[in-house]
């Protein structure tokens, strides 16, 4: 995706398209797996960790990403798909050697029966296994 592109996708969501939030956004469509704060430290390291903060709760205030429950590890945060429903109700997956985090969005969540009286507001499903890259090693 272009600057252009990214720039109007931006502003298609209210969202004041600056050169970090262009930054960040590129670095997301870009990756195939979900990435934490820290993990954008990396990437942007002459970027304050503050600003990055700031985008992300911005993203994810305007539903561009979502987090990733990565069990007990840092959260992470993935790009919404363009078809977006906002419900996040598909299967996550987290590497257990890498720690890499990734969305599996035509996997959905089988809905589940609760008991009388329990009402779900959401729900995540975490798969933990090996990558294929960490099973290559």
């Keep these: 995706m272009g600057k252009q592109e990214l720039t109007s996708f931006l502003e298609d969501h209210n969202v004041r398209p600056t050169s970090v939030r262009l930054m960040v ?24 960790r503050s600003t990055l903060f700031r985008t992300i709760k911005l993203f994810l205030q305007k ?9 007990g590890k840092q959260t992470k945060y993935a790009l ?3 078809e977006c429903d906002h419900m996040h109700e598909h299967i996550h997956f987290t590497c257990r050697i ?6 599996f969005s035509d996997i959905s969540i089988p809905k589940l029966a609760l008991p ?13 296994g090996r990558c294929p890259e960490c099973l290559e090693k």
């Design 98 to 103: 890498c720690h890499r985090a990734y969305c």
């Design 25 to 48: 956004l590129d670095c997301f469509w870009r990756k195939s797996e979900a990435l934490s704060l820290t993990d954008l430290e990396v990437i942007f390291e002459d970027t304050d």
């Design 80 to 82: 919404c798909d363009l």
């Design 116 to 128: 009388e009286g329990f009402v779900a507001d959401h729900q995540e499903y975490v798969v933990m």
């Design 63 to 71: 539903d561009l990403i979502h987090e990733i429950d990565a069990l």
